[in-house]
């Protein structure tokens, strides 16, 4: 379900049009950016988008079936071998009486859509896309990865239809059920997987059960009773104040430091802390379910996981998904 450098592809965008008046001369406009937390800002260098075409169409008023379309745009994506084929797609979509602002930013305006998803399994390997997505953590960031859970279903049906791919269909796909993982802490409607940030000493990448524990046994957080209650983690940032409450002393109870670059921080410390020196979508998965993959049943479950950065000096939040398939 990823792209391939060096191949030609057509490019459809879904578009739908929410007023109760028709809209006429719609730009449907896509463009593709280098992987990773694109957030919108245009003057972050790392993140430049290349147009891949456009088409004009009209749209009815949303209480008729012609207000939503697929539309083709009228170029293929041709990726330059010098490309991964991970690239992130960007679309917009305006009219006169409904104009976008100019701004690709799918976290606030509703005239842009954005897709940052990888579906990977088997023996396919992660540490190009890990070491990718590693090294654009920037040094005032924080990346949090975190396992989607039942969100995993709608997805994979949104993205592969009734059509039968290489994983199968999308109906034979099933999210895992909370028992039998093995990694994380659950908050929210998901899991809270994985911390990594820069420190005086160098990037640490710290395991989200691990720091838990180590928070609970310290102090720094007073466990709820209430199983309703909504969990310290589930705010995105709070691992991260957590970790820095807990201090550089405890680093050794939850997580990895490493001098190196964040690329290889992110790639070392995953490989350590749970466990998975192979590197596999395969090894992964088994790894979330704590190795009892046999046990589970046959093709094992597809994990959801997501990957968020924030940078409050850049003001800007984004995020890249894959999704692993046992």
């Known amino acids: 379900m990823s792209p391939t450098a060096g191949r030609r592809y057509r490019v459809f965008v879904r578009i739908w049009n929410l007023g109760l008046l028709p809209a006429i001369g719609v730009h449907v ?46 170029r293929t994506w041709d990726i330059p071998l010098t490309l991964t084929g ?24 509703r005239h842009v859509g954005q897709r940052n998803l990888q579906i990977l399994a088997g023996t396919a390997e992660l540490k190009t896309t890990l070491a990718t997505l590693g090294g654009l953590v920037t040094k005032a960031g924080t990346l949090e990865i975190t396992h989607g859970m039942g969100e995993v ?12 791919t290489e ?25 809270h997987l994985l911390t990594m940030f820069a420190t005086d000493r160098g990037w640490l990448v710290a395991d989200s059960a691990r720091v838990w524990r180590a928070a609970l046994e310290f102090r ?7 199983p309703s209650a909504r969990h310290p ?7 991260r104040k957590v970790i820095e409450k807990l201090g550089a002393d405890r680093v050794d109870l939850f997580g990895v430091v490493s001098d190196a670059d964040p690329a290889d921080a992110l790639v070392t410390g995953i490989a350590k802390l749970w466990g998975v020196p192979e590197l596999t979508a395969g090894a992964l998965a088994a790894a979330l379910v704590g190795g009892q993959m046999g046990r589970i049943g046959p093709g094992g479950p597809a994990h959801l996981l997501r990957f968020a950065h924030h940078d409050p000096e850049l003001q800007e939040t984004g995020g890249y998904s894959l999704v692993l398939i046992g």
């Open 29 to 74: 406009r896509a463009w593709f950016v280098n992987p990773g937390f694109f957030g919108g800002n245009p003057s972050n260098p790392a993140y430049q988008p290349v147009l891949i075409g456009g088409a004009m169409v009209n749209l009815e008023d949303r209480t008729r079936p012609g207000a939503t379309a697929v539309v083709e745009l009228d």
């Open 220 to 226: 720094i957080v007073k466990g709820s009773r209430m």
């Open 153 to 164: 279903t709608p997805l994979l049906r949104g993205v592969m239809g009734k059509a039968k």
């Open 86 to 109: 991970h690239e992130c797609l960007m679309a917009s979509v305006s009219c006169p009486l409904d104009p976008w602002s100019g701004a690709l930013d799918a976290n606030h305006d």
């Open 167 to 191: 994983f199968g269909t999308a109906a034979r796909l099933r999210a895992p059920s909370a028992k039998w993982l093995a990694l994380g802490v659950a908050a929210g409607t998901g899991r």
């Open 233 to 239: 983690f589930a705010t995105p940032g709070m691992t």
